[in-house]
């Protein structure tokens, strides 16, 4: 079973409109970034950069952060 497809949490990356945002990242969490970069391209065949991955990583979290969620509800 050593060719199954990891079942990954971040779907196939959309097109979307850019922001940039300049981040500097510790050395551990650039290399976790850079395998889920290899692993990412494994499981869907497309080579993506880290950068590309990474809005979509945020957007997760953020989308299941249940207690950011309620306070951004409260915000407005």
Same mark, same amino acid.
């Given at each position: 079973?050593?060719?199954?497809?990891?079942?990954?949490? /971040? +779907?196939k990356l959309q097109q979307h409109k850019p922001v940039k945002v300049?981040?500097? /990242? +510790?050395?551990?969490v650039n290399q976790d970034l850079e395998a889920y970069a290899a692993i990412y391209e494994n499981t869907y065949g497309e080579k993506q950069p880290v950068?590309?991955?990474?809005p979509s990583m945020l957007a997760s979290?953020?989308?299941s952060d249940t207690g950011f969620k309620k306070a951004k509800r409260e915000l407005a």
């Open positions: 079973m050593a060719d199954a497809k990891p079942k990954l949490k /971040l +779907p300049p981040v500097t /990242l +510790p050395y551990d950068n590309a991955l990474i979290f953020l989308a």
